[in-house]
Structures are given as structure tokens and as C-alpha cells.
């Protein structure tokens, strides 16, 4: 009967055309409200499915019942066979930084994220240009929407050369922090979500945990969190672990680990004691978190392989491609001065050149540093059993740590390989419990009200997907491929996404941290 009901009601509104097989379009001028018909619901919470459909009202989930009625006029996408979760939350993402150009990127909605966040590893810029504060930022959005949500961490690097100036390559007085200590609060007060630090960065990599201690007690008083690329990921990454959890215990605030890893080909096989030392963190009572991307390679500069910074020490370079990444694992991703090497391994560039890859690594390493040239790479040296460990951790959630049509495949990528390839074809996670990693639990772990959930009165963020073919397509050799089964996407009640297409909807918002007027 349901069936009948709503197949002739169907029929009254529009006949279903080619080229939109699931909308029905109104035939009223009420363009807030939708009805998606007969869903299999995945509410983000980590509990069971259950088939029903969905209102949406001025932006906000208004009904969920096993039949819901349409009213004349209402817009209906019939979404029977296919899958609706709340939309994907990225906490640590860099896409913004060309939203400005591509407001509706399909690097990011065919994924399905309708979220990002943005300001991690320490650093934020204004869409490209000379950061000036978290507020701007988000004047900059709110007067020019883009088609997702975008909230912002308050960067510790760009308080220190803000600060500091070129003289940041030692540690900060107690005037220098006190100073930081004013750009942060007034950051807070914007409705910046907590502390993002890039440890393993200049210009923090010359900080203390002190100073990163006083910092995060000030993101602390305003309810604010502490997220961190920790200051070493690969040659002193037990220390870096637990300056993370000194931080969280000292300024009593919850730490988030930014895209966790082992980037070492000697620590493939650690992440179970890692995991020990986090769980007995959290036993302790502090709330230690973590994000990943499912990927075994990670995107940087070609200095941090070096954590000396000392380009001249050969033993340190030997080390590198040793013990840290092979050349052959070395993939270069941009270098301003010569850009036939995009694409091209470590080895290929060094068997090309008839040089040494020691010898050329440091030659590299030199040269950039003299001339200012940047150089980016992709090291593939992260153990698939670690990154399986590690994104089963009940508090690890997902993240792209990408860019909009990035050189890394996870710009693209991420969210449709976790549901594709380790939910449907490896079975190495429940389809609930990906989605809640997608979901309820980084928007819990942000701090962000009314997302991550399919609920009445939350926030109609939510995405349509196909769980039998949802699938990636960037690869590493060939990044700038975008992601195929999203059906749907829906932003702030606004459809943003359909038919492997944006509509030209920017029905976006500035997100603040819970308390921020």
C-alpha cells in the first residue's frame, strides 16, 4: 500500500526525466522543504538502520517516520535501495584554501563531506593570501557562501611570526607568548573551535611544550580544543606522543592527535603499544582523540626529513632514506624550480640525473633553502596494519588532511575508499561504525552543535549514497580522479550536490564553537 500511495503521488507531481531519476520537483514556490522517500537511515550514531523517510524544513531535519505523507508541492527525492547518513565532517582539511575559486568543489562533495574544518598543522591563510584572524576569515565566507560548512582551529604559527617575525628560530620570552596569548583569545572570542599546532613545522618546530602549554590553557578557559600534527611522526614519535598527553593533562583540555601514523618503515607493527599508551590516557581522564586518512603515504615538505634541519649532515640524510622513507617511496608532488620532477620518485629523478639519491636529496634540500623554492612530496611509508589499528580505535575519526584537486589522493579520496574498499570489500569496519567516524564522533570531538546526527531538529547536512558501488578513484599516480556513488547532498537543508554535479546552490555557514555568539 505504502508503495502504491507514494508511487501515484509521485506520478501527480512530475514524471521522473533521464537526467534526474530520483528528484521530483515542486510545483510550489516553498524551496526550503524536502521530502526524501523510503531511505535506509544510518543516523551516525553507531546504533542500527532502520528504513523511514525524512522532512527537511528551513534547513533543519523537522520529521523521520516510517511514512511521512507529502504535502502538495513538496520537493521528494526517492531514495529507496540506496543509503542517507548525516553529511561527512572532515575535522582536518585544507580545501579551503581555493574555495574562493571553486566554491563547490567536487573534491569535497562527491565524498560527501558537507563539513570542514580548517586552520589545522598551525596554519591558516585568508583563501591564499596573508592571514590576518579567524574572524576576517569568516567575514569572508559569510559575505561570499560556498556550498559547505567551514569552521577554523586558531593557528599557533601564524601567532608566532606574527610575533616573532623572521626571528622565530628559538624559544618565545614570556612577553612573546603573552602576546600570542591576546591573538588567540581574540580568535576564541570569533567562535574558533580551539589550538591547532604544526609542531613538526617552522616556525613551532622551534617551540617548547611550555609555550604550547600556555597557549592551550587560553583555548582551555574559552571551552575551547587542542589539535595537533605532534612534532615528530616518525624518529621521536613515543615523545611526540606524549607531549600531546602532557598538554591535555597540563592545560586541561581535550588533545586531538592530527592524521595519526607511524611514518617510519622501522615502527611498521608499533601502533599496538601507541594504542596502549592513548587507552591509558583516557583511563587517566583525559580526552585523548585522534583522526586518520586511509592512505600509506602522507604529503609534506621535503625538509622534514631532515628534523635537524640541517641540510649539510649526510649522516642525517643516509638516516632518512634508510630508515624513514626509501627513495623509491618518495614521490615528488610540487617543486617550483623545476616542475618536470611532479610525479617523478626520489629514485627516478636520482637514476635520471646520474646521482646518488643521498647526494641528491641533500642537493635538493640545500638549493630550496638558498633560493626559497618550495619543494613538496609524498612519502609512502605508513604500515597497512597500523593504519587498520589505528582507525578502528573507538576515538579515531576520519579525515582528509586534502585540498581541492590535491596531488594526494585523499583530497579526493577518503571518505568513499573508507566505505568502499575497507567497509564493503575488506570488511575491516561495519558500515555504522564508519559513519559514525564520519559523523556523530568528529562533531563531537570539535564541539560542534546540532551536526553529525540524523535527528529532529538537527541540522539537515546529510548525504545519499549508494553502499553497493560507492567507491574512490584517485590514485597516487593519477590524484585528480573524483569519487563516484554519492547520490546526493544536502547542506544546511539546501541541495548542493545531485546527479555527479553541484547545483549552484552556496547554502554554506561559518560554524563557531558551541557558546560563540
Known amino acids: 500500500m505504502r508503495q502504491v500511495l507514494h508511487g501515484y503521488i509521485s506520478i ?17 514556490n516553498n524551496p526550503s522543504t524536502w521530502l526524501i522517500d523510503n531511505v535506509e537511515i544510518y543516523d551516525g550514531s553507531g546504533g542500527d538502520n532502520y528504513s523511514a523517510d525524512i522532512r527537511i524544513e528551513n ?40 574555495l574562493m575559486q571553486n566554491a563547490a568543489p567536487a573534491s569535497v562533495l562527491a565524498q560527501g563531506i558537507t563539513t570542514i574544518v580548517s586552520g589545522l598543522d598551525g596554519s591558516l591563510s585568508k583563501f591564499g593570501e596573508s592571514f590576518v584572524s579567524v574572524a576576517d576569515n569568516m567575514a569572508v565566507l559569510e559575505q561570499s557562501p560556498v556550498a559547505i560548512n567551514v569552521a577554523f582551529f586558531a593557528p599557533h604559527n601564524n601567532y608566532r611570526v606574527a610575533v616573532m617575525g623572521e626571528d622565530y628560530k628559538r624559544l618565545a620570552s614570556g612577553s612573546e607568548i603573552r602576546q600570542m596569548s591576546k591573538l588567540l583569545a581574540q580568535d576564541m572570542e570569533a567562535g574558533a573551535l580551539g589550538l591547532s599546532t604544526g609542531l613538526e613545522y617552522e616556525p613551532a618546530i622551534y617551540s617548547n611544550t611550555e609555550e604550547v602549554i600556555a597557549l592551550a590553557k587560553v583555548a582551555a578557559s574559552y571551552g575551547g580544543k587542542y589539535s595537533s600534527h605532534i612534532r615528530s611522526e616518525d624518529v621521536a614519535v613515543t615523545e611526540a606522543f606524549e607531549e600531546v598527553i602532557t598538554i591535555a593533562r597540563e592545560a586541561g583540555i581535550p588533545a586531538n592527535i592530527s592524521h595519526i601514523k607511524l611514518a617510519m618503515s622501522a615502527l611498521f607493527g608499533d601502533s599496538p603499544a601507541v594504542l596502549t599508551r592513548l587507552n591509558a590516557a583516557r583511563a587517566e581522564g583525559l580526552d585523548i582523540t585522534a583522526d586518520i586518512y586511509p592512505y600509506d603515504g602522507w604529503q609534506s615538505t621535503l625538509a622534514i626529513l631532515i628534523p635537524s634541519r640541517d641540510f649539510t649532515d649526510r649522516a642525517a640524510a643516509e638516516f632518512a632514506l634508510t630508515s624513514i622513507a626509501a627513495p623509491t617511496t618518495i614521490i615528488f608532488t610540487r617543486h617550483e624550480r623545476d616542475p618536470s620532477y611532479i610525479g617523478k620518485t626520489l629514485a627516478e629523478v636520482a637514476e635520471q640525473e646520474k646521482i646518488d639519491p643521498v647526494d641528491l636529496l641533500m642537493k635538493l634540500l640545500q638549493t630550496s633553502k638558498k633560493e626559497g623554492k618550495h619543494i613538496s612530496i609524498i612519502g609512502r611509508n605508513i604500515g597497512e596494519q597500523d593504519i587498520l589499528n589505528f582507525m578502528r580505535w573507538p576515538y579515531t575519526a576520519f579525515t582528509t588532511d586534502g585540498g581541492i584537486d590535491d596531488r594526494h589522493p585523499r583530497g579526493q579520496g577518503t571518505f568513499p575508499r573508507v566505505l568502499g574498499r575497507y567497509v564493503r570489500e575488506r570488511s575491516a569496519l561495519s558500515l555504522t561504525s564508519a559513519i559514525r567516524k564520519m559523523t556523530s564522533l568528529p562533531a563531537k570531538n570539535l564541539g560542534l552543535l546540532n551536526r553529525g546526527l540524523i535527528k529532529v531538529g538537527h541540522a539537515a547536512d546529510l548525504v545519499v549514497f549508494d553502499a553497493s558501488s560507492i567507491i574512490d578513484h584517485a590514485t597516487f599516480d593519477d590524484p585528480i580522479q573524483y569519487s563516484s556513488g554519492v547520490k546526493a547532498v544536502w547542506v544546511n537543508g539546501v541541495l548542493v550536490w545531485e546527479n555527479d554535479a553541484e547545483t549552484g546552490s552556496r547554502s554554506g555557514q561559518v560554524l563557531r564553537r558551541k557558546g560563540t555568539p
Open 59 to 98: 534547513g533543519l531535519i523537522s520529521a523521520i517516520a516510517p511514512v511521512i505523507e507529502p504535502r502538495a508541492g513538496e520537493r521528494i527525492w526517492k531514495a529507496e535501495g540506496y543509503v542517507i547518513s548525516p553529511g561527512f565532517i572532515d575535522p582536518h582539511s585544507h580545501h579551503d584554501s581555493k
Open 12 to 28: 501527480l507531481l512530475l514524471t521522473l526525466t533521464a537526467c534526474a531519476l530520483h528528484t521530483v520537483s515542486p510545483t510550489s
